[in-house]
């Protein structure tokens, strides 16, 4: 007779780190997803690109966590006040 066991529940990080995970998430993302179509924008499909996207992500990412980091707060407050805020109860 086999057993299943259900999985093991992975902890969260406390609500706090949001701040510092949300950049995080999304500078990876979006460094991923513009350096891969700009590395095979000026490489085209080759075995270089294959070898020069990951070089190519890293620095973009360098550059894009720590400018999030900082421009957040700006950008809340832009979209603070261009959006509506939702009403409360």
Do not use: C, D, Q
Request: glycine share 4%.
């Amino acid at each position: 007779m086999t057993t299943f066991h259900a999985p093991r529940p992975r902890g969260k990080l406390p609500a706090r780190y949001a701040a510092i995970v949300m950049p995080l998430v999304l500078s990876v993302l979006m460094t991923f997803v513009v350096s891969g179509i700009s590395t095979l924008k000026s490489l085209g499909p080759t075995p270089a690109f294959v070898t020069t996207w990951p070089a190519a992500w890293a620095i973009s990412w360098l550059v894009a966590f720590p400018t999030l980091l900082a421009v957040l707060p700006l950008v809340r407050k832009i979209v603070a006040f261009t959006v509506e805020a939702t009403p409360s109860n």
